[in-house]
Nanobody, 116 residues
Framework: QVRLVESGGGLVQAGGSLRLSCTASGSIFSSNAMGWYRQAPGKRRELVATITSGGSTEYADSVKGRFTISRGNAENTVYLQMNSLKPEDTAVFYC??????????WGQGTQVTVSS
């Protein structure tokens, strides 16, 4: 069983930065992808960024050039550096662990609020 613990959300002014962290514990499958989705009020959950265990990354068009996803040295931690934040980035951000074998696991979510 895999458990995800997220941290780093909060309130920031437009143009500011935040860094989200997500650490996976438990039975981690070495071949996996980790990443972040977000859900704003009244909207569907959407992909923000993902990174595979091999280091391949994918970003939503809306965050390209502003957000950077990376892995920690322990490989079971993923970071999302968010710069030049906009009010439209306001959402609950969810970490996801997705092994190539087995089921995906979601974190509990962390609120990011960007004020104008």
């Amino acid at each position: 069983q895999v458990r995800l613990v997220e941290s780093g959300g909060g309130l920031v002014q437009a143009g500011g930065s935040l860094r989200l962290s997500c650490t996976a514990s438990g039975s981690i499958f070495s071949s996996n992808a980790m990443g972040w989705y977000r859900q704003a009020p009244g909207k569907r959950r959407e992909l923000v960024a993902t990174i595979t265990s091999g280091g391949s990354t994918e970003y939503a068009d809306s965050v390209k050039g502003r957000f950077t996803i990376s892995r920690g040295n322990a490989e079971n931690t993923v970071y999302l550096q968010m710069n030049s934040l906009k009010p439209e980035d306001t959402a609950v951000f969810y970490c996801i662990y997705s092994p190539t074998r087995g089921f995906a696991v979601w974190g509990q979510g962390t609120q990011v609020t960007v004020s104008s």
